[in-house]
């Protein structure tokens, strides 16, 4: 009974591992867009209660134009960034997430005491821009699935003095972009000036430039190819209220120029600007819902926005389903299934090949081998999971990846690095667990609930040394897949041993019933 309880303890772990990943925040107030986008996509993100704490909504345009519902996530986003076909989410906690059309995935921050506050992609990888707990400003990039662990300091930047900074990379170059107060500008209505720092291709940052625009709100920067823009408000000349200017950045000089309002933004109080699919498009809140809108440089206006679809009306698509989530249903019905088997009379069992212990232990049926294989392997399988997930994402992530190959046919680069630590980790999982459990108890918690153990062919317990080397040949057993060559060897030996078994002087037999029973 111990053990079963065990076992349903973990396996319902494992099914709510896959819940909503989480992050930090109170209940937002008011909905923030934003937006970012790259060669083939399209994301909108919106922030909006999620089951009474603050959280937000996310979806996705294909390089079809079709429209993807992204899960409802909690967390206050701080910065996000296109990255493939997913959406990463920075968190002012510096946990960051990535979301797409596949499970959505969380993880911890990639180096300690960093605050994200901007982010952009850069193709195959994208950059994030933010703060360390000692003031300095960081950048840390995201490639091969894994962020730099070394951040590397942006020079001549004061966080106190930098607003609502954004990163957009042109021409090769990244630029960090911001806004910052200035006190000799009385009575102008935009008591800000533009700031900006680039890093050349080289890896160089040159020291941080004033423009001459004066701006009355956050800047939002896109760039597309050679062309950068900015978006930014300031009061009309025409009147009072404030309105959105566009402003376009200039190599021959090095600075930015404003072009003049853009039409069709009159009554918008807040938006983002994205590139994507070789357009500048602007997000924007429409009563409750997001829109998107294109956004025409040449004439600055603004197109007819055109609103997100609802999760009822978005292009139809297969739903994912997790392959750790499908394996824990899967388990979950063996075990109930062999509770029901294990409360019925039981009958009397021929043993296979008449192979028993010196000891008259006899011999498992192979059916009880194979179940109590499959229900170790889907506690192996989540713990080992677990570990790759906390120690290594990176090869978490491959992993995502390849069953999304298999499962989708695309074809995509492998991270081999990935890949071995994915298949260390879970081969050294295996081998602690079945070593640890049969060298102290003479059973694993799947031999226990199917009725079986291993000892020596004398019937003795087999003790760690033993349950070492029967092992460590595991791996061999399992060759080509699903324990062929070890399933050969226990129907032709005369005795039902796997290579294991026959190096380590094993079997595995029923297990022999208390005294006097």
């Known amino acids: 009974m111990r053990y079963r309880l065990l076992l349903l303890t973990a396996l319902n772990a494992a099914l709510l591992a896959g819940c909503r990943p989480l992050g930090t925040g109170r209940s937002a107030e008011a909905p923030r867009i934003l937006a970012a986008g790259n060669t083939n996509n399209l994301y ?17 345009r294909d390089a079809a134009g079709l429209w993807h519902a992204g899960e409802a996530a909690r967390g206050t986003p701080a910065a996000v960034a296109a990255w493939r076909e997913h959406l990463l989410v920075l968190f002012p906690s510096g946990r960051w997430g990535r979301f797409g059309l596949d499970r959505p995935s969380v ?5 300690p005491a960093w605050t994200p506050i901007a982010a952009c992609d850069d193709g195959l990888a994208a950059d994030a821009f933010g703060t360390m707990a000692t003031g300095d400003a960081a950048l840390l990039r995201y490639e091969a699935s894994a962020w730099s662990t070394d951040p590397e300091m942006v020079p001549g930047v004061e966080r106190d003095r930098v607003l609502d900074p954004c990163l957009a990379r042109s021409g090769g170059r990244l630029f960090l972009v911001w806004r910052e107060e200035v006190q000799d500008f009385p009575g102008s209505g935009a008591p800000y000036q533009l700031r900006f720092a680039i890093r050349a291709a080289d890896g160089a940052w040159q020291r941080p430039l004033s ?12 760039a597309r190819d050679q062309d950068m823009i900015c978006l930014y408000r300031k009061p009309a000349a025409d009147g009072p209220s404030a309105a959105w200017f566009l402003a376009t950045y200039a190599t021959a000089d090095e600075d930015w120029h404003e072009a003049g309002p ?40 603004l197109g007819a926005p055109t609103t997100v679809p609802d999760e009822g009306a978005a292009a139809e698509r297969e739903e994912p389903v997790s392959w750790l989530a499908l394996m824990m249903l899967g388990g ?5 299934t ?10 009397p069992e021929a043993t296979q090949n008449g192979a028993a212990t010196d000891a008259g232990h006899p011999a498992a049926p192979m059916w009880r081998r194979g179940l109590a294989v499959a229900v170790d392997y889907i506690l192996v399988v989540f713990v ?12 978490s992530e491959a992993m995502e990846r390849i069953w999304d190959q298999v499962r989708t046919g695309r074809q995509d680069d492998v991270d081999v690095a990935s890949v071995l630590i994915f298949q260390g980790i879970r081969l050294f999982v295996i081998f602690a667990y079945f070593t640890l459990a049969e060298g102290l108890t003479g059973r694993t918690p799947g031999k226990a609930l199917l009725g079986i153990e291993v000892r020596t062919v004398h ?25 062929v060559l070890g399933l050969i060897l226990v129907i032709r030996g005369p005795r039902p041993q796997r290579l294991g078994d026959r190096v380590a002087g094993t079997l595995v037999v029923r297990t022999a019933p208390p005294a006097g029973a």
């Open 459 to 483: 019937g003795e317990p087999i003790g760690l040394r033993r349950a070492v080397v029967r092992n460590l040949l595991r791996p061999v057993d399992e060759l080509p897949a699903l324990y």
């Open 262 to 301: 853009v039409g069709g933004t009159e009554g918008l109080e807040s938006l983002s600007l994205a590139a994507a699919c070789g357009d500048f498009i602007v997000a924007l809140v429409s009563g409750d819902r997001p829109a998107v809108a294109r956004l025409d440089v040449a004439a600055r206006t």
């Open 338 to 347: 062999l509770l029901a088997l294990r409360g019925r009379r039981p009958q």
């Open 44 to 60: 909108v993100l919106v922030t909006a209660p999620v089951d009474g704490a603050e959280g937000f909504r996310y979806w996705q």
């Open 332 to 336: 979950m019905a063996a075990v109930l």
């Open 211 to 222: 423009s001459r625009l004066r701006v009355a709100s956050p800047a939002h920067v896109a």
């Open 107 to 111: 993880h911890p921050s990639p180096v």
């Open 384 to 395: 080992a999971s677990a570990i790759v997930a906390t120690l290594a994402p990176s090869a």
